[in-house]
């Protein structure tokens, strides 16, 4: 595969960060543009971000400048494809100028998630649903475009639901979350309200959860997703853990399904299986026996953070099954996500290259 040069806007956030630790090292993109709020811009990465991860900061990145965040004024040449990871307000303005500018915008954003002709795509799920960005005037006119992934909870829910929807049809979900502080970005929740304690409350987070499960299982026909016909509903709340979101889900099909059936469903679910992208995980769905898993601190790095686990399948007095599904919110759920969609949009050929002559080794 041609490598490709990409810029990240939000690189100095929680998920700005994840982009830079999966990216700085990844077969198929170079970063060569940084940007992130004006209070940023024209400092070196390593000056503008108070770096979170556990793994070093790599020194070329830590020199880079911070560009300005919009697509004219950078100093070097713009990139095609710009991973973004900002608030959904600034997405709202930011994102589509550069998709007029003709780049692929990669969003993590909820700002754009539910337009009509915008997918929201999971690749193990809907990935036929990328075909949507032809419909988009920014594609039509510059050939830039935006795709979006979806809110983390939401991923690792759909991921562990749609070989369930492929096999049973699903009719009606319950779900409960606990997601970790990393999910309301840095500084993120005051450590005095979340220090031993639950807060029952993210602001539009059910919302999200339940509108953006009923697209991403959906259909698309011709140019719209018909939404999944299945009533869905959340209670979502934050949990003292660092990363890693878990959800507790009850499920109720529109055939019957035995506990064997459900384990087939979830072991058999490849989708992307010939396809060889960097950062998908070999089984995205993976089970766990043990009747405590899964746990954020032990599971969530499975397949390098992109696997979801489930665990404790188990029949529902009131739907018709029950189980635990574990992702890692901020890899899986966020800046993982988008690269793979990346992958998936460079193998489709809507991703231009480098030319030769820029590619640095
Ligand atoms: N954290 C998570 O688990 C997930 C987050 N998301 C979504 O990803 C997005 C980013 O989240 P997260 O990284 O957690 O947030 P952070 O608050 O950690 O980071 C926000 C980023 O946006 C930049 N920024 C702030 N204001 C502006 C502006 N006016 N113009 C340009 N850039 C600006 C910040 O730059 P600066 O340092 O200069 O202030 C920073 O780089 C959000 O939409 C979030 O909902 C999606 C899935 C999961
Ligand atoms: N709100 C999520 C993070 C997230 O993904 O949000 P959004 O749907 O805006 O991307 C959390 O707090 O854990």
Redesign the pocket.
Known sequence: MERRNVGI????????QRFIQLLHNHPWFNITWL??????QGKTYGE??KWKLDTPLPKHIAAMTMQP?VPQGATGELPHIIFA????D??KE?EPKFAAAGCAVIS???AFRMAADVPLVVPEVNGDHLDMIEQQSWRKDSGGYIVTNP??SAIGLVLALKPLETKFGIESIFVSTMQAV??A??PGVPSLDIMGNVIPFIKNEEEKLQEEVAKLLGTLRGDEVAMLDAKVSAHCNRVAVEDGHTECVSIKFKRKATREEILAAWSEFDPLHGQHLPTAPENPVQFEDAPDRPQPRLDRMRGAGMAATVGRLRECPLLDWKFVVLSH??IR??AGAAVLNAEVLARLGKLKPVKPAAVTA
């Open positions: 806007l939000g690189a100095t956030g929680m998920v700005g940007a992130a709020s004006d209070r940023s503008a971000c965040n990871a900002l608030d959904s600034i997405a930011l993590n954003s909820s809110n983390c990393s999910g970005g840095y919110n901020t759920g966020a």
